[in-house]
């Protein structure tokens, strides 16, 4: 029997063993350990007979053939006492590790002397899958059983196949073997192993059908180890892989389990942590804030003050994602927002909105969001708002922001119009009533309610309908959009009735009503039987019938 003949009757050999192993009821542990070395030993005699180098064949075949014995025996439960056939199984273990060690030590050297010349070539677009688990199985032998540089390419190679045909990637995630070897180079002390596998592992988690297969094979674990003791690449694509599983709340267990929170924490709070690491780090314990006991341990390991420190960064991102935690882990929690509120997070919402700052529109939008969403629950808050003169930025951002920025800055407007009578007095003398009387006729149907809402809500106090009825325009433009009937839903013209009403608490307002020649859209509304109309027409009336009473007694008493 040649030597080609020798290799595939031991690989044939080898696969029938492994078949009737998966039959044997006894020794569970041990013929794990042996299946796991048939297969290290079917992958590296397939490198050795594509590489053509040599091979002590006759000597695998007898251990194989012995091996089989005692598979048959554990099957038939035909052996003569435990712990003997516990003996006899650690020798063949041992057996099968030597010869492992010596192909891996000959496939080594084979590639070393012929200048890589086994490798085999990636399959060309179109390929066929045979073709390509053929390339996948090749890659798998290499990074099994190759020196630190083989292992490195190799992976290399397959990261780069994932990338550019997806296919790779089902081949990949359906073989088991496949994920416990990219798991084992995760922990391996070569960095650039580890960076490698992290990589791909980042890769594979980009889908969604994928992710599945990760966290069953445990995954989750090894990358938290990456976290705590990898190089930073391979900590970045750790932290990236974490926050796509974690996407998924039922993963966020597992992460807490293997100590991910307190790593994350840790590298959030490391000044040394570059942008390219927080951001992913960020992205994940804000994932984890939804799962009531792991916010807690949050809170309790410091992360309020981490994150508002993380929330002056240069870096854009991670301002925001900073800002988004803040807001997420304080949302329904007033403990947690007084704390954002007494670690001084409300300055830093503010310092955002400074003009001067370099901050970027995103990160303005999110500041805006965060302090409607923390700072309106308590009057604590508004004051300390008050005391960093955030009216007067509110208002810049109401002018003259971006379209996202001003919407936001909208929305908080009528959100502190709401707060207290000395926020509206405050936004009445900062001049938010002329900025919110251009936005009643805007083209956003939203933008046009929350800016109708917001200037009701500033004419209830009195100091502000005086200022506001002292340009002669104001009434007239609310006579006229009260006849925009296309376009103004009932909801916003029983708000423009209602701003009229209150105006009519002011002698002045009353009277430029009454004698604008707009005041038959309200008489028109009033006959088609609108409520509110209704209502402000008998105030309109009584108040003209009350003056002619008064002019009739004053022209008696004379």
């Known amino acids: 029997m040649g030597e080609e003949e020798k290799a595939r009757q031991v690989m044939e050999d080898i696969s029938s063993l492994i078949s009737l192993s998966h039959s044997i009821k006894v020794f569970n542990v041990k013929w794990q350990v042996i299946r796991k070395k048939l297969e290290e030993l079917s992958y590296g005699l397939m490198a050795i007979e594509t590489s053509g180098s040599s091979c002590d064949f006759s000597s695998i075949l007898v251990t194989v053939n012995e091996c089989y014995d005692l598979a048959r025996r554990c099957v038939e439960l035909s052996y003569n006492g435990k712990l003997l056939m516990q003996s006899d199984l650690d020798v063949i273990v041992a057996k099968f590790d030597s010869h492992v060690k010596n192909i891996s030590g000959i496939y080594a050297a084979g590639i070393l002397s012929s200048g890589f010349a086994i490798v085999v070539s990636k399959p060309g677009l179109g390929a066929c899958k045979e073709d390509m688990r053929f390339y996948v199985r090749d890659l798998l032998t290499r990074i099994k059983i190759g020196d630190t540089e083989m292992k490195r390419q190799a992976l290399g190679s397959l990261y780069q196949a994932m990338a550019d045909d997806e296919r790779y990637v089902k081949i990949v995630v359906e073989n088991s073997e496949f994920l416990y070897v990219l798991m084992e180079s995760l922990d391996s002390s070569e ?185 309106f629950s308590s009057r604590n808050s508004i004051d300390v708002l008050m005391d960093h003169g955030f009216i007067d930025r509110l208002l810049l951002f109401l002018c003259n922001g971006e379209v996202s920025v001003q919407e936001s800055a909208l929305k908080v407007t009528s959100r502190l119009c709401g707060a207290s009578e000395e926020a509206k007095k ?110 402000l027409v008998r105030k309109l009336s009584a108040n003209r019938f009350r003056g002619m009473l008064s002019g009739f007694w004053h022209y008696k008493m004379l």
């Not at 445990?218 to 974490?242: F, H, P, Q, T, Y």
């Not at 882990?329 to 509120?341: C, K, L, Q």
């Not at 936005?439 to 917001?454: F, I, N, P, Y």
């Not at 296309?486 to 708000?495: D, P, V, Y």
């Open 426 to 535: 405050s936004m009445g003398d900062a001049g938010f009533m002329p900025e919110l009387m251009k936005l009643l006729d805007a083209k956003s149907h939203e933008v046009r309610r929350v800016a109708t809402e917001a200037l009701s809500s500033l004419v209830s106090v009195s100091k502000n309908r005086k200022r506001f009825v002292q340009d002669d325009q104001n009434i007239g433009f609310l006579l006229q959009l009260l006849d925009q009937e296309e376009g103004i839903s009932g909801s916003n013209r029983k708000l423009l009735l209602s701003i009229l009403m209150s105006l009519t608490n002011c002698k002045s307002g009353r009277r430029k009503i009454a004698s604008s020649g707009y005041l038959k859209n309200i008489e028109k509304l009033a006959e088609a039987e609108v409520c509110d109309a209704k209502r």
């Open 191 to 375: 960095m650039e192993i580890q960076e490698q596998a992290s990589k791909i592992v980042f890769l594979i988690s980009g889908f969604d059908l994928c992710k599945g297969f990760l966290v069953r094979a445990g995954i989750i674990g090894n990358l938290i180890r990456v976290l705590e003791n990898g190089s930073d690449l391979g900590k970045e694509d750790a932290a990236k892989c974490l926050q796509k599983l974690t996407v998924n709340a039922d993963n966020a267990w597992s992460v807490s389990a293997h100590g991910g929170v307190t790593a994350l924490l840790k590298i959030c709070s490391n000044g040394d942590s570059g942008g390219e690491l927080i951001r992913p780090a960020c992205g994940v314990l804000r994932n984890l804030i939804g799962i009531e006991e792991i916010k807690r341990f949050m809170v309790e390991g410091g992360a309020i003050s981490t994150f508002i420190e993380l929330a002056r960064s240069k870096d854009d991102i991670v301002q925001i994602n900073s800002i988004e935690f803040l807001q997420n882990i304080a949302s329904g929690d007033e403990s947690v927002r007084e704390t954002v509120v007494g670690e001084g997070g409300i300055g830093v919402l503010v310092h955002h909105l400074d003009p001067k700052s370099a901050t970027c529109s995103k990160t303005r939008e999110v500041s805006l969001r965060a302090i409607e969403n923390l700072c």
